[in-house]
């Protein structure tokens, strides 16, 4: 089965990098030709089209929910979404991945039958920095973990 780990966010907005983060630790960590690891600093039908010819994606993606402590790693499937305009799964510019990915369905796209979310909340995303907040930084091992646990690699 074709696989896509993906991390969202944009490296240059502190907090927001983690999912680029996170993909750089797991590029150390794949080893099937199976499994592909990339980075995406855009949402909706752009996201959309990157998932295309999978057979399942692992999207990694800062989220600003104000729920859980800054640095909580949560896996879900992207029905389970909490918040559809949190983090790159959407944007103000464009559609929701939700409805991009109906879209792409409903146009024939081979898209990915299993998708699952590794969300790692987060509160500094707009502040221009390359670090990570302390409480984001160290989530980092715990998101990875995560994602290996799925067993999909």
Request: net charge negative; aromatic share 4%; with cysteine.
């Amino acid at each position: 089965m074709k696989t896509l780990i993906l991390g969202l966010g944009n490296p240059l907005l502190g907090d927001d990098g983690v999912g680029w983060r996170v993909a750089d630790q797991m590029r150390l960590r794949v080893v099937s030709p199976d499994t592909e690891v990339d980075c995406l600093a855009g949402g909706g039908l752009s996201l959309m089209e990157r998932l295309v010819g999978y057979d399942r994606a692992i999207i990694v993606d800062a989220l600003t929910t104000q729920q859980a402590p800054v640095g909580t790693v949560t896996c879900f499937d992207l029905d389970q979404l909490p918040d559809p305009v949190a983090g790159h799964l959407s944007s103000a510019h464009e559609t929701s991945l939700k409805t991009a990915l109906r879209l792409g369905a409903s146009l024939g796209m081979s898209l990915p039958d299993e998708i699952r979310i590794v969300a790692i909340e987060a509160q500094q995303v707009y502040d221009f920095s390359e670090e990570l907040s302390r409480a984001v930084a160290a989530a980092v091992p715990e998101a990875v973990r995560q994602i290996v646990d799925l067993g999909w690699l």
